[in-house]
Each structure stands twice: as structure tokens, then as C-alpha cells.
């Protein structure tokens, strides 16, 4: 027994120590938030704890917390915390799933017993710079990816509300019926916020469930500098947000919030007579497993209550105005020094993208400068992968060549880690045969 | 920030001190397995890695022991590990809902782009003791809550085979395709475990995509005295088999296994190049999210993988049979005790039903006893939490008034505990007015 409990400690050890340091200031690899300490011990106090969501009976306390948690939530997007509703989902694409789920259940509910074969055929639109989870609910659900349709953005990432309208009018024609339509506040890649205000509009004019995809920038809402970027989302039928992207809780915390309260009960409750009952002798209307599509649900509020406990609302607004302040800085910085190129000139949220061109290529021509560039990024990766330095994510898109997406959301983030991956990028990039 | 660690300090205990301690060994209210320390000890470990299982660039030591665990879960199904898949996933429910998910695109790939409506009308087939998530994931993917049929169980609360077969001819008469059946390996009420065999061959007969939802009973096959049960299993397409149920997995730890490699890939990918680049400097076959209908996913594994190597296979087995033996002796000990009368005379499982019928109310007329039974059951909860001593789940079903569901999972359950629980029903039960 105690030769075992020395083996397990020194997997346990060799484990953190042939990780990857996510937490680590120079990790920008991925839309991933630091280490927050009171976040941790949240989540060690909830796998103490060792609770299931399902019903008030068996985790009273933390259903609570769910509650004047997405209270605070639907306060901030805007909504009256009387009417709204919610649930905490694992992770940005299942709430995605829900909302559009419920999109569904609203306008026809009887898809819920009869299916997709008794309704008209259901059609979507999200911009083409949205998260692949739109889609893949759209296929999940039945209403298969072809019927989720993209629609174009312009320079800056952002959704062309004109398209929009006008894909909804040639889908309508076409005979298929136009359901719901996805803004993003905070695209994956680009970090654009939609225009809410203005998609909101032609989702009234023809009737759409609005849906505000806020996974990655929901907690701009908590920065009152910053919050007009999403204006108009308290027009919005649902909203995901993470706060394990921005609000820095570990992962996995993500709801899907609901303007209206009693649809997600609707549209997902399947009678189980065995865990919600009704002659409980407590309000039953606390038990939040028949709104849910699982069953078992893992605390993901505990941790966020803690946190935001600890912070406060002017904790977060300053964390979110810091990181906005050092994204401000690296593109300065990037404007500033040769061989980098930004992908958008304004970056508007805490993405940056850029390439770095090594003064090899430079004077190249465009056709072979671009051939050569896809393979830069990959290269200049690769070098900081070997040397274990930082790390820092890379993609092409549509019409470019791979080029660095830079994220800052750790709060551990210093103006000096900055330069580091700066100067990185150029020592790597110019060293390339 | 003193004063605000102290806060934060008192919240913690605070929330302790309040919550169900469903670790506790009378804690018989759900499927709860008990708090394994080694467990926690992981999820304390996950917390501090803090990182996510979506690629291996991020998450390399945890996506390799992700494969290893599911090559021990493969082999103990009976599959060859060189061609099954799966994926971890956030509970059962959701894993259910992958096995439907990828049976559907195996039969018509098409419906992933073009929906439900290009496709024929499919229907489904699941025990009427089967788990509502069943139910659930053929509304959510668009078959229809109505079109997943319930099929009739036995008085042991097994499927009967003929019924099903019966059930898949008339729905081809009536122009249906008949295209899932799924058994239930340990069933939430009354753990009964289907007939595996005779179902397997009805699938093949009609060419059905069998899938087993091992959820609650999977651990069973750890366990050579037991394992018999679920002889036939290795003939599913897949199994869902959650190790935080029956293995003392930490919520959520839940697997969907399939004995196919590819389809969950062709199923669910989505193609997207910001995550999933193919000129990455590895082996890129080992990033998993292009599999998932998650993007962030939580490592689930670790934890898992931990107990695993602290109690050996041996260590499972031997649990695993404990089990069984209090589960046994707590069946005689009802049986032997006046006014307790078990719904399933020989439970296989460590599911235990029963009534407890007060001595006051033991001649009445079946029909008056019937509308008193009803009201007991919860009656006697409400005096269990009143009093703090324990907790066990009741419930009604469609012809039988509320009854007792005792499940005996937890490890650090003793006989002791056992008979505490019986002298608390005859306890309270007899002072009912
Ligand atoms: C047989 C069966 N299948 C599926 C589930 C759902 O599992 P989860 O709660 O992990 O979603 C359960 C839960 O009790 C179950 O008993
Ligand atoms: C805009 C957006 N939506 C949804 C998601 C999915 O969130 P999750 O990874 O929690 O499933 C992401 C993830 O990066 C995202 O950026």
C-alpha cells in the first residue's frame, strides 16, 4: 500500500510535468484563460463536495448558486431576471445545441414527438467566421449543415447584415423556412463582434429566434468601458457564455441563457418519474434536470460563484479592461516593428492576427510570397515547440495563408511576456532556411 | 484581501457544511458511488493541469491515457482495440446521444448535411425501463420523441425479445425504418439487464444498429463471477459506460465506445481549420476533437486512469463483487423483515425495490392499500431528511404505486449500515399517522 501510494504520486508528478503549462504566461496557444487560483480551489471544493445537479434533494446549495449566478448573468445581458431562464452546459457547443434546440421547439414543438419529417424545412444562417458548432448543432439536430447557411463578413470579420437578409428573402422563395439566425460577439479567429442591433432588426422583420453566440466575448458585458460592442443583445431569445473563456473559470463553465423562462423545460423534458418526481416534499420547480439534455450534471457554477465572489463586479470589470489595455499594447507593438503584417488594422477584442514575414521573402512576388508564407507559421510554431519557450496558435482561413491568431486572456499576462513572443517570432522566423 | 480570504474561506465551509453529503455511506439516494479519494486526488490534479482535451498539442499526456483507458474498456468489452473508437463524453445522456447520433449517419451519411427531411422516416427501439436519455436523443437529433418505441419488459423488468422483433415488423409495414435498438445493461430502476444475445440477433436479422447503454451496469464487466450478464455485449455497434457510476469515477467520467472505428469522425467532424490544422508537427490523428460534438472538452480521463492503476483490475473486481454481496445480503435481510415487500423477487443488480407497508395498513383492501402505499414511500423520506440520518430515492412506475430504489454503490457501505437503514423505515414507517 505504501509502495502504491509513492507510485501514484509520482505519476501524479510525472504528469504535471509532461503537460503543457496552460496556465503559463507565454501559453497564448488557444482561447484559454491562465490559472485562476480561487477558480482552482473552487473546483476542488466541488469535487470534494462530489454532487449531481439533477435535483434540489441532492445539491441544494450549489442549485441555488446557479440560480443568483445566471441572475447576475441575465442582469448584465440586459434581460428581467424574472422572466429569464438558463442552464449551465458543458461547454459552448452544447449550449449552442440548446439554444438552437429550443429555436426549434419554440416554432414547431411538435418536431419534439413527431420529428423533422413533419414540419416544413427548417433553414439557419450564421456568419462564415462563426464557431463550427453552429453547424454541427444544425446537423445534430436534423437539420443537416447544408440548411445552415454562412453568411459573407466584411474586413473586419464582422456578419453583412445585408447578406443576411437577403440569403433569409432567396430561402424563403426557395421554400424552406428560415428559423434562426447567430450573431457572434467575438468571433473565434478574428474576435469581431457582429452587429447586434442590426440583425436583431431583420430577425424581428422576419421572425427568427435570435441567437447571440457570446461564448468568447460574454464577459466584455462586465467591462462597462467596453460593453457597447455588444449593444443589442438584450434584444436576443438566447445567449451562450463561456466563463471559462474570458471570465477565466476553469473549464468547463458555459451556460445558455433564455429570455423567456419555460421553453427549456418544454422542449427537453422527458417525464422521468424517478428522479422528479412531484410529491417531493420541497418546491419542485428548483429540480433543473428536466430542463436539461443530460442527466447527471457536473457543478460547473460553484467555482464561477467563488470567483466572482472574491472579485466583485469591479474585480472583473479591471481584469477585462487590463487585458483589453495589453491587447491594445501588442498590436501597437506589431504595427511598430518590421516583418509583421495584422490581418485586421483595428483589432477590436482580445484576438490579434498577424503574419510574420522573415526579410527573406519580403520582396518576393505576391504569388510565391504567399506559397512561402503558409509554411511560416507552421515553421516558426514548430521552433517554439522544440525550444518549450511559448506557444501560440496558427491558422489560415478562406482566402490566406496560415498566420498567427494571438489571444490574450491570461490575467498572469505582462507587457514583457509580449515583447518575449515578439522578439520570439522574429529570432525563429529569421533563422528559417 | 485578508478580510477577503477569510470570506472566501467561511463560503467554503459554508457550502460543506450545508450540502448532501452524498458520500456519506447512507447516502442511498441515486446511483452515487461514494467519494474514492484517489478519484478526488485526480480531479484535484485535472484542476491544476487545467487544460483541454481537444488537442494533442495541448493536452498530449492526457489524450495517450485516454487512449490506453479506452483500450482496457474495449478489451473488457470484448472488442479489438486495433479497430473501436470512442470518445469521452459529459455523461451518459450525451454519450447515448453519440451512439444515435453516428448509427444514424452510418445508415444514411446524407442526413448530416441534408437533415431529416431527404431522408426515410427512422424509428428506434428501447425497454420501457430503459433511461429517458434514449427518448431524449431521438428528439434532440430529429426523429421524434414519438418514434423511439417503447418495448415491453418482463417482470424482471428485461426486454422481451419477441416483443421487439414483433415492434420492427409492424413499423416496417407501416413504412418506417427501423434503424436503433438499444438494451440496457443494468436498468435505472430496477437493474435488470436485457437479454443481450437474442437482441443482438434481431438486430443483425433486420439490420439494426445495436447499441448497449452499460451506463449503469458497464462496471459489471470488471468483475469475471458477474461479467455473464452481459454476455453478447461485444456484438454491439456501441456501449455507453460511465465510470462515474458503478466504478467510482468523480462525476462526469462517461465513455461512448464503438466497435467501429472512423464513423465518429466522418459523423461529427466539421472541418475546422483554426483547431485542427493538418500540417501540424505531429501526428495529427490524435487529436480528438474533430471527433466530438463538444469543442473544449474537460479531461475526464485522468481521474479515471488513476484509480484504475491504484486498484488494479483485481482491486475493481473485488469491489465490484463486495458489492454484489451487500446488495445480496441486504435482499435477504428485506425479505426476512416484516412488512417489506420487494417489487423484483431476485434482483441481479445492486438495485433494490421494495415497499415498506406499515402494519397499521397491511389488511386493507388491495385498492384502498394501493392509495396508502402511494403516499408511504414519500412519507418516509421526508422523516429520513427531517432527521438527517440517511437518504434512498423512491419512485412510482406506470402500473405500481411509489416504492423504495435502494442502490448500493458506494464502497463504504457496511452491513451495518444496511440494517440502520431497514430499522429506520420500520421506524418511521410505523409512526406514521
Ligand atoms: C441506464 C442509464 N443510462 C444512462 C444514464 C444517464 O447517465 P448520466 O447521468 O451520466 O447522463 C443513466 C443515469 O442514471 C442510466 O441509469
Ligand atoms: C465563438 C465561440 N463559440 C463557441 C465556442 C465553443 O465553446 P466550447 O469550447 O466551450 O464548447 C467557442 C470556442 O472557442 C467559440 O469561440
Excluded at 190 to 216: Q, S, T
Aim: hydrophobic share 40%; with cysteine; aromatic share 10%.
Amino acid at each position: 500500500m505504501l509502495c502504491s501510494r509513492i507510485l501514484l504520486r509520482k505519476s501524479c508528478e510525472d504528469v504535471l510535468r509532461l503537460g503543457v503549462r496552460t496556465g503559463h504566461p507565454r501559453f497564448f496557444n488557444q482561447i484559454s484563460c491562465g490559472l485562476d487560483l480561487v477558480s482552482m480551489a473552487g473546483e476542488w471544493l466541488t469535487a470534494t463536495a462530489n454532487t449531481n445537479m439533477f435535483t434540489y434533494e441532492i445539491a441544494p446549495v450549489f442549485i441555488l448558486m446557479e440560480k443568483s449566478v445566471m441572475a447576475r448573468m441575465w442582469e448584465a445581458v440586459g434581460w428581467d431576471p424574472e422572466k429569464a431562464d438558463g442552464i449551465f452546459a458543458p461547454g459552448g457547443a452544447i449550449a449552442n445545441l440548446y439554444a438552437m434546440n429550443a429555436a426549434r421547439h419554440q416554432l414547431w414543438p411538435r418536431s419534439k414527438h413527431l420529428g423533422m419529417k413533419d414540419i416544413p424545412t427548417l433553414c439557419c444562417f450564421t456568419s462564415e467566421d462563426s464557431h463550427y458548432s453552429i453547424k454541427s448543432a444544425s446537423a445534430v439536430l436534423g437539420i443537416g449543415a447544408d440548411y445552415c447557411f454562412n453568411i459573407p463578413t466584411d474586413k473586419n470579420g464582422k456578419m453583412i447584415p445585408e447578406a443576411l437578409e437577403a440569403k433569409i428573402i432567396e430561402c424563403k422563395k426557395e421554400g424552406l423556412t428560415p428559423f434562426f439566425a447567430c450573431c457572434t460577439a467575438g468571433s473565434t479567429v478574428y474576435g469581431a463582434f457582429d452587429p447586434l442591433e442590426r440583425v436583431a432588426n431583420i430577425c424581428e422583420r422576419h421572425k427568427l429566434w435570435f441567437h447571440v453566440d457570446a461564448a468568447w466575448g460574454g464577459g466584455m458585458l462586465l467591462s462597462p468601458e467596453h460593453r457597447y460592442k455588444l449593444a443589442g443583445i438584450e434584444r436576443a431569445n438566447s445567449v451562450t457564455w463561456n466563463p471559462h473563456k474570458l471570465m477565466g473559470a476553469l473549464l468547463q463553465c458555459s451556460a445558455c441563457l433564455f429570455r423567456q423562462d419555460g421553453l427549456l423545460f418544454q422542449c427537453n423534458q422527458m417525464s422521468a418519474d424517478y428522479l422528479f418526481q412531484q410529491d417531493k416534499p420541497y418546491d419542485v420547480s428548483f429540480d433543473t434536470g428536466d430542463k436539461a439534455i443530460q442527466c447527471g450534471r457536473h457543478n460547473d457554477v460553484f467555482k464561477l460563484w467563488l470567483m466572482w465572489k472574491s472579485k466583485g463586479m469591479e474585480g472583473y470589470r479591471q481584469q477585462i479592461n487590463k487585458l483589453m489595455d495589453l491587447a491594445n499594447y501588442f498590436t501597437r507593438r506589431i504595427k511598430e516593428t518590421e516583418g509583421f503584417e495584422l490581418i485586421i488594422e483595428n483589432p477590436e477584442f482580445l484576438n490579434i492576427c498577424f503574419w510574420y514575414v522573415p526579410s527573406k521573402i519580403r520582396n518576393l512576388e505576391p504569388a510565391e510570397m504567399r506559397a512561402r508564407l503558409e509554411k511560416i507559421a507552421p515553421k516558426i510554431k514548430a521552433g517554439m515547440m522544440q525550444r518549450g519557450t511559448t506557444m501560440v496558435g496558427y491558422q489560415p482561413d478562406k482566402q490566406r495563408p496560415n498566420f498567427f491568431r494571438m489571444i490574450i486572456s491570461n490575467q498572469a499576462i505582462t507587457r514583457e511576456d509580449l515583447d518575449f513572443l515578439i522578439k520570439e517570432i522574429v529570432d525563429i522566423g529569421e533563422s528559417l532556411e
